[in-house]
Each structure stands twice: as C-alpha cells, then as structure tokens.
C-alpha cells in the first residue's frame, strides 16, 4: 500500500522543498534562479549521459579499458577547453547569443547519440560527431552562463553574496546531476523489458533523455530572461564603459597581477578534476568490478533515490525551523515529520535483497552537494559575521587536502584486493557499498570547498575586458585535468593500492603548492 502512495508523498514534499530553495535565494539577484534552472535542465542531460558512457564504451563497442580511458578522458579534455574559446567569442559577440546557440548545438549532438547505430565503424564515427557537437554546445553554453551570473553581483548591494550565491547556484545544478542515475538506468530497463531492446542498444535512450533536458533548459531560460536581461552582454564598447563599476576598474589597474594569480589557481584546479572525475573511470569500474551487487536492510536504502529525497527533506526541514519564521517553520516541521514517516515506511523487510547497479553509486556526489549547500553556506556565513571567513585560496588549498584525505581513505581499504582484469573487467569482490559512498562523501566536501568558490573566485578577480576568456582559463584547467584522468585508467591491472596511491599524492602535493603561495593568491581575493 506504502508503495503505491510513496510517489505522491515524494512529489508533494518536492513541491515545499522547492519553495525551501526559493526562500534560500531570498536577499540574492532575481536573475540567479533562472540561470541555475536553466544549468540545471543542461546538466541533468549531461550526466545521464555521462553516468553510463563508460560501460556502453565496453558493452557496445567491446573497448578495452585503455580505449575506454582514452575515449572517455578526450572528451572530458574537449568538453572543457571550448569554453576557452567559447568565452572569446562572448566577449566580442555577446554571452546570451552564445549560450542560446550552445543549447541548439548540444540538441543536435545528443540527437545524434540517441540513435542506435550498430557496433560497426559508421557508429564510432557517428558516436565521435555526437561527441564533438556535445563538446562544441558546453563550450559555448557553460562558461558563459557562469560569467553572466558573476555580473549578477557586480552591483555593490550583492556584492557581499558572491561566494554564497555560486554554492547555491552550484547546489541547484547538481539536482539535476541527483536524478540522472535513476534516470539512465530505469529507461534503460524500461528499453529492454518494455520494448525488447538489447543492453547495447538500451544506452541510446538515456542518450535521448539528454535531448528533452536540453530543451527544457533552453524554455527556462527564455521564460526567465527578463530576470537577468540587465548582465546580457553587449558588443558595443561604449556600453561596456557606461556598465562598468568602480571596483571593475580597480581591477583593471593591476590587470597582469591578477591574470598571474588566476593562472596559478588554474594550475591546482587541474589535479583536483583528474583526481574528482574518477567518478565516470576508475570508481564506476570499482563499483561495477569490486562492490556487492546487492545489499539488505537499511544500507540497501540509500540506492533508491527516493530515500535520498526524503533525507534531504528532512535537513532542510531542519534549517527551516533553525532559520526561518511563520509559516515556513510549519512547513520546515511538516518536511521533518513526512520525510521521516516515509524513511520509516520503506524500510526493507529482513533478508529483503536491493539489486545495486554500478551507475547508480554517481547519485550519492549530487546528492551530497545538495545536502552540504546550506550547511557550507551557514558555515561561512557564520564565520565571516566573527570577521574569521577564510579567504577563496585557503577554501581552494583546503579542498585539495580533504580530495587527498578521499584517496587515503581508498587506499587503506583496498589492501589486499585482487587487481583488475583491464580487459574483461569480470567481478573481483564483493566490497561492501558503504566504502564508496563514503568516498564520494569525503569527494563531495572537497568539491564545494574548490568548485563554486572557484568559480566565485575567477569572477570577481578577472579583468572586466577578459571575463569571458578568464572563465574559459578554469575550463581549460578542467579540460586538462579531464585528460589526465586516463592515467589512472591505464594504470588499472595494477594493484588499487598504487592506483589510489597516486592520486592521493597528486592532490597532497598541489595543497602544498597552494598553501606556499597563499599570501600573493589572498593579496587579489
């Protein structure tokens, strides 16, 4: 009976979550709701996408885990370096005609993925269209969007907000990336057990999901435009001067020393991405190849993301009553009570077995960004109302130890597993879930002390004429630790301890160098 009504349940604690979020933008730009639900639609094609584009590399096309390596990290580095250049041409031609065309480009990749093409030659070369288009549609669409939620803060009443207003724009994007998971692998099943197709041939239709989000965004974004039709960029000069504020031309008095500092930040951003981005490689083959494929009791709950739901529910419900007044206290009590009720309620009956698909482990990162958001938000908030909020380098420099602490964590654990099999990639163990949901917990922390306060970060220091170029700078960080992210791929056959190892290194030692030039990168925060 429970489970018939548990849908209903869930969509109405959705509906008073969703008015949590707005009242959690209250006091920051109008236009900043818009712009994240507009990422939110493109972000959730993405990472339905992405969160089985690996295992259809091995079940469609037979690629080995060094091709699937080299596949998979090529177009993470292409995703990430266009906006480079997607940011250039923003700054000549405009950022709004740039992400509207990005969204139109993105459609016709996906489109293009979503149709089975066979195993044969034509299908890698139309697979490799696809994912060029796909790459070609972010580079104009995402750096851009981002800079034009910067300039929502350019005024000096939001100015203070920056910092907060990129957590939570970061925390609404990933509510897309939460329900891509469940979303690729229940029309995958629905392909297979509805309509006959093969697993090789059920991929394309989470491909397809891509081009309904993709479309979706585009309509929010329009909806929206009036919201933000004040930051949309111009390509006449003397506008730019007439928009331009007193604090941006301090800026461009010390335009190089800003640019060198930028470049630096840029040079730590890409070993946090190559180590973060095992989640597509290295952890989805470890889920798939090492983790129990099922789980029981209240453990098994966390792979239904109803569950996960109802748990953000409840924290949330938690700051309401913390934070809020009047009726969204009763509202705050209301997700509390049901979303515990419903916790209650799904308990699985003893010895009752959850099947555990490899994909559905990436939930747990967006899952977690959501549930952190307000308590990193409350956190710094609170510090920086003592005068004691650590400055966006530190944020960064601290990010990369807890990324390091992910990695030492997996390393302990993984001592005397077998190594992999890079070829067949046949089931070695059966390590209990809890180990990489633990992982991307640690992951998670890490991220939201490095990416929105990055991104925060390149917005207010760069130069007013090289917004565009400078958002396109983290990018290309992003593009090449993206790269990088094969080398652990090639690397697996070996011992997990030597795979983990590494990357644990890599992220120790950038925090090292971030922390030895601490002074010079706070001197332009």
Same mark, same amino acid.
């Given at each position: 009976?429970?489970?018939t009504l548990s849908t209903p349940i869930i969509v109405g604690l959705f509906v008073?979550?969703?008015?949590?979020?707005? /009242?959690?933008?209250?006091?920051?730009?109008?236009?900043? *709701?818009?712009?994240?639900?507009?990422?939110?639609?493109?972000?959730?094609?993405?990472?339905?996408?992405?969160?089985?584009?690996?295992?259809?590399?091995?079940?469609?096309?037979?690629?080995? &885990?060094?091709?699937?390596?080299?596949?998979?990290?090529?177009?993470?580095?292409?995703?990430?370096?266009?906006?480079?250049?997607g940011g250039m041409l923003a700054d000549k031609y405009g950022y709004s005609k740039?992400?509207?065309?990005?969204?139109?480009?993105? $459609?016709?990749?996906?489109?293009?993925?979503?149709?089975?093409?066979?195993?044969?030659?034509?299908?890698?070369?139309?697979?490799?269209?696809?994912?060029?288009? +796909?790459?070609?549609?972010?580079?104009?669409?995402?750096g851009n969007l981002q800079v034009m939620v910067g300039d929502l803060y350019n005024?000096?009443?939001?100015?203070?907000?920056?910092?907060?207003?990129? &957590?939570?724009?970061?925390?609404?994007?990933?509510?897309?990336?939460?329900?891509?998971?469940?979303?690729?692998?229940?029309?995958?099943? *629905?392909?297979?057990?509805?309509?006959?197709?093969?697993?090789?041939?059920?991929?394309?239709?989470? $491909?397809?999901?891509?081009?309904?989000?993709?479309?979706?965004?585009?309509?929010?974004?329009?909806?929206?435009?009036?919201?933000?039709?004040?930051?949309?960029?111009?390509?006449?000069? !003397?506008?730019?001067?007439?928009?331009?504020?007193?604090?941006?031309?301090?800026?461009?008095?010390?335009?190089?020393?800003?640019?060198?500092?930028?470049?630096?930040?840029?040079?730590?951003?890409?070993?946090?991405?190559?180590?973060?981005?095992?989640?597509?490689?290295?952890?989805?083959?470890?889920?798939?190849?090492?983790?129990?494929?099922?789980?029981?009791?209240?453990?098994?709950?966390?792979?239904?993301?109803?569950?996960?739901?109802?748990?953000?529910?409840? +924290?949330?419900?938690?700051?309401?009553?913390?934070?809020?007044?009047?009726?969204?206290?009763?509202? !705050?009590?209301?997700?509390?009570?049901?979303?515990?009720?419903?916790?209650?309620?799904?308990?699985?009956?003893?010895?009752?077995?959850?099947?555990?698909?490899?994909?559905?482990?990436?939930?747990?990162?967006?899952?977690?960004?959501?549930?952190?958001?307000?308590?990193?938000?409350? /956190?710094?908030?609170?510090? !920086?109302?003592?005068?004691?909020?650590?400055?966006?380098?530190?944020?960064?420099?601290?990010?990369?130890?807890?990324?390091?602490?992910?990695?030492?964590?997996?390393?302990?654990?993984?001592?005397?597993?077998?190594?992999?099999?890079?070829?067949?990639?046949?089931?070695?163990?059966?390590?209990?879930?809890?180990? /990489?949901?633990?992982?991307?917990?640690? /992951?998670? $922390?890490?991220?939201?002390?490095?990416?929105?306060?990055?991104?925060?970060?390149?917005?207010?220091?760069?130069?007013?004429?090289?917004?565009?170029?400078?958002?396109?700078?983290? $990018?290309?960080?992003?593009?090449?630790?993206?790269?990088?992210?094969?080398?652990?791929?090639?690397?697996?056959?070996?011992?997990?301890?030597?795979? *983990?190892?590494?990357?644990?290194?890599?992220?120790?030692?950038?925090?090292?160098?971030?922390? &030895?030039?601490?002074?010079?990168?706070?001197?332009?925060?």
């Amino acid at each position: 009976m429970f489970e018939t009504l548990s849908t209903p349940i869930i969509v109405g604690l959705f509906v008073i979550w969703f008015c949590f979020l707005l /009242l959690s933008y209250k006091g920051q730009p109008k236009g900043l *709701w818009t712009l994240a639900l507009a990422n939110t639609g493109e972000r959730f094609g993405y990472y339905t996408m992405l969160a089985v584009f690996v295992l259809f590399l091995h079940d469609n096309f037979g690629f080995d &885990s060094g091709w699937a390596s080299e596949t998979f990290s090529n177009f993470l580095f292409v995703v990430y370096l266009l906006p480079l250049f997607g940011g250039m041409l923003a700054d000549k031609y405009g950022y709004s005609k740039m992400v509207v065309m990005g969204i139109m480009v993105m $459609f016709i990749g996906y489109l293009i993925l979503s149709v089975p093409l066979g195993k044969e030659t034509p299908a890698v070369i139309a697979m490799g269209a696809g994912l060029l288009l +796909v790459s070609l549609g972010t580079g104009l669409f995402k750096g851009n969007l981002q800079v034009m939620v910067g300039d929502l803060y350019n005024a000096p009443e939001f100015a203070d907000k920056r910092d907060s207003g990129f &957590s939570l724009f970061y925390m609404a994007i990933n509510i897309g990336a939460l329900f891509a998971p469940t979303a690729a692998i229940t029309i995958m099943n *629905w392909a297979q057990t509805s309509l006959g197709y093969s697993k090789a041939d059920s991929y394309h239709f989470a $491909f397809a999901v891509a081009c309904v989000s993709v479309i979706a965004s585009i309509l929010i974004y329009y909806l929206g435009k009036r919201t933000f039709a004040h930051v949309i960029g111009t390509t006449k000069k !003397a506008d730019k001067a007439a928009n331009t504020t007193d604090a941006e031309v301090a800026v461009e008095n010390d335009t190089k020393e800003r640019i060198v500092c930028l470049c630096l930040v840029f040079a730590v951003v890409i070993f946090f991405w190559m180590a973060f981005h095992q989640n597509g490689l290295t952890l989805t083959w470890f889920a798939d190849e090492y983790t129990a494929q099922t789980s029981t009791g209240i453990e098994s709950m966390m792979f239904d993301v109803r569950n996960l739901l109802a748990l953000i529910f409840i +924290v949330y419900g938690l700051f309401g009553i913390f934070q809020s007044k009047g009726l969204p206290r009763i509202l !705050a009590a209301i997700m509390i009570v049901a979303g515990a009720f419903f916790l209650y309620n799904m308990v699985p009956a003893a010895g009752v077995e959850t099947s555990i698909s490899a994909p559905i482990f990436q939930h747990f990162n967006p899952c977690f960004v959501v549930i952190l958001t307000p308590v990193s938000v409350a /956190l710094f908030g609170w510090l !920086a109302s003592k005068g004691k909020e650590p400055k966006a380098p530190v944020k960064i420099g601290l990010g990369m130890l807890v990324a390091a602490c992910a990695y030492l964590w997996l390393t302990l654990d993984s001592v005397g597993l077998p190594a992999a099999d890079p070829v067949n990639h046949v089931h070695q163990a059966n390590v209990g879930p809890s180990l /990489l949901v633990r992982t991307y917990l640690i /992951l998670t $922390f890490a991220e939201l002390l490095l990416s929105p306060i990055g991104i925060s970060f390149v917005t207010k220091v760069s130069p007013v004429k090289y917004k565009g170029m400078m958002m396109g700078g983290w $990018f290309v960080a992003t593009a090449i630790g993206n790269k990088l992210v094969s080398i652990p791929g090639h690397m697996w056959g070996m011992d997990l301890t030597i795979v *983990w190892g590494t990357l644990m290194a890599i992220c120790l030692l950038a925090a090292i160098f971030i922390f &030895s030039i601490i002074k010079k990168l706070n001197k332009v925060a």
